[in-house]
């Protein structure tokens, strides 16, 4: 069965500074989604990685993968207090349904 | 566009009693459609999908279920809540064409009591 590990599961972190979230995942896999949900809200889509080695940026945010090592990563570059969110990935495995991490709480501080 | 709704927007219900959540999807058809529990502070646990009407397949058995009475719409019902049924669902749509990226509804807060 697909396990998916996220860490760290909670981060603080000051204004400005960058940090990298860890997706690691058990089984055979090409495609990675992270999501963004803000509290007491709904998922939203943030980045859709297909292939080895993709990277997709989106703001502060960038996210790549690496089917390799079974890991995708989600780097903040100067964190801003718009940031603080709770960080999902999901991975689908090649057969099988599309599994979630525990998630990730960010909170950024001024 | 496709639009997702979900209601209600949230739900206070006492132990015993029945559940009926709605989801329903517009713009769109024949789409996949999902299930998710979120607990308070967890990650998400997928329920139920369905790729097509009367189609539903069950992910963890519980004393919740699952209907898809027409194309678009995707009901969870419950007959006798339980205090471990608290939590916020999710539902979701895919297409048939990238069954695999998810487009999220509002979701629903339940608490059972």
């Known amino acids: 069965e697909l396990k998916v590990e996220q860490n760290p599961l909670f981060l603080s972190m000051q204004e400005g500074k960058n940090y990298t979230i860890y997706c690691n995942y058990s089984?055979?896999?090409?495609?990675l989604y992270w999501y963004r949900q803000d509290p007491g809200k709904s998922l939203e889509s943030l980045f859709v990685?297909?292939?080895?080695?993709a990277v997709k940026q989106e703001g502060r945010l960038m996210a790549s993968l690496d089917t390799k090592a079974r890991l995708s990563t989600l780097h903040i570059t100067a964190a801003v207090h718009d940031l603080s969110a709770t960080y999902f990935c999901a991975v689908v495995p090649m057969r099988g349904d599309m599994r979630f991490g525990a998630g990730t709480r960010l909170t950024v501080k001024p | 566009s496709q639009t997702i709704h979900q209601w209600p927007a949230t739900l206070v219900q006492p132990v015993g009693s029945p559940l009926s959540l709605e989801c329903t999807v517009e713009?769109?058809?024949?789409?996949?459609l999902y299930w998710y529990r979120q607990a308070a502070g967890r990650g998400l646990q997928l329920l139920f999908y369905s790729v097509g009407i009367g189609q539903i397949s069950s992910e963890v058995p519980q004393n919740l279920s699952a209907s898809r009475p027409q194309d678009r719409q995707f009901i969870l019902s419950s007959k006798k809540l339980l205090l471990s049924d608290s939590g916020f669902y999710l539902c979701?749509?895919?297409?048939?064409?990238?069954?695999?990226?998810?487009?999220f509804g509002p979701g629903t807060r339940l608490t059972v009591t």
């Open positions: 089984t055979t896999s090409d495609r």
């Open positions: 979701a749509w895919s297409s048939w064409a990238a069954p695999y990226e998810q487009y």
């Open positions: 713009g769109t058809s024949n789409p996949n």
């Open positions: 990685l297909l292939s080895n080695g």
